[in-house]
C-alpha cells in the first residue's frame, strides 16, 4: 500500500513556463513533507519543505503548497529552466526520527 | 552545510565477495542514519535505520546477516554487503538525519554497486 503517491511518472513543460508536480499521501499522522530533486546516478538532494501547520512555503524559484484536507501537496517551479529537468521525489515523514516515505518521483523536462 | 559523503561511489565486485560502503556526515553530528536502495525507474527503498551505538534497525524483507550496519560514530555509519550476488546489484543511498525543529534528511550521493 503506498502511502505517498506521484501519480504522474513524467512531466514536460517549456522552459519559462510553470511546473506543477502533484503528490498525494494516505497517512493522516504525517506532519512534514519535503521534496526531493535526483539526478541520474546522484543521491536526491534536498529541495525545499513544508511543516503540517502550514500551507504554503517559497523559496526563490520552488513554492510548496500543502492542502492538508485533501492530503496533496504540490511544487510549483516558475520558471522552469533546463536545469531543472530531473526526477522530483516527494517525501513525508511523522514525528520524531522516523524515516521517510517516497514517492516514486516525477521526471521533469524542461524544454528549452 | 549539511553535506553527506558516501565512499565509493561507484564499486565492481565479484561474487560471493563482500563490499564496504561508508557514509559520513562531513559537517555535523547525525545519530540516526538511514540506507536505502534504489532498484530502476523505482522509488528509493528504506533498508535500515542506523542509529550511532546501537544495533540497526532492519525493514521487513532485508536481511541483517547480509547486509551488515555499524554507526560506531556521529559521522560515520557503514553498509557492508556480504557474499554479494548479481541481484545485490543496485544504487545505494544513505542519508543523515540533522535533529532539530524540523528534522531533516541529507542524502549522500549514492554508492553504484555492480556484482559480476
Known amino acids: 500500500d503506498q502511502q505517498v503517491k506521484q501519480n504522474s511518472p513524467s512531466l514536460s513543460v517549456q522552459e519559462g513556463r510553470i511546473s506543477i508536480l502533484n503528490c498525494d499521501y494516505t497517512n493522516s499522522m504525517f506532519d512534514y513533507f519535503l521534496w526531493y530533486k535526483k539526478y541520474p546516478a546522484e543521491g536526491p538532494t534536498f529541495l525545499i519543505s513544508?511543516?503540517?501547520?502550514?500551507d504554503k512555503n517559497e523559496d526563490g524559484r520552488f513554492t510548496v503548497f500543502l492542502n492538508k484536507s485533501a492530503k496533496h501537496l504540490s511544487l510549483h517551479i516558475v520558471p522552469s529552466q533546463p536545469g531543472d529537468s530531473a526526477v522530483y521525489f516527494c517525501?513525508?515523514?511523522?514525528?520524531?526520527?522516523?524515516?521517510?516515505?517516497f514517492g516514486k518521483g516525477t521526471r521533469l523536462s524542461v524544454i528549452a | 552545510g549539511a553535506v553527506v559523503s558516501q565512499h565509493p561511489s561507484r564499486v565492481i565486485c565479484k561474487s560471493g565477495t563482500s563490499v564496504k560502503i561508508e557514509c559520513r556526515s562531513l559537517?555535523?553530528?547525525?545519530?540516526?542514519m538511514f540506507w536505502y536502495r534504489q532498484f530502476p525507474k523505482q522509488s528509493l527503498m528504506l533498508m535500515a535505520t542506523s542509529n550511532e551505538g546501537s544495533k540497526a534497525t532492519y525493514e521487513q524483507g532485508v536481511e541483517k546477516d547480509k547486509f551488515l550496519i555499524n554507526h560506531a560514530s556521529l559521522t560515520l555509519s557503514t553498509l557492508t554487503v556480504t557474499s554479494a550476488h548479481p541481484e545485490d546489484s543496485s544504487f545505494y543511498i544513505c542519508?543523515?538525519?540533522?535533529?532539530?525543529?524540523?528534522?531533516?534528511?541529507?542524502f549522500g550521493p549514492g554508492t553504484r554497486l555492480t556484482v559480476l
Open positions: 559537517d555535523f553530528q547525525a545519530t540516526t
Open positions: 542519508s543523515a538525519l540533522l535533529a532539530g525543529a524540523t528534522d531533516t534528511q541529507y
Open positions: 517525501a513525508a515523514s511523522g514525528a520524531g526520527n522516523t524515516p521517510l516515505v
Open positions: 513544508i511543516s503540517s501547520i502550514k
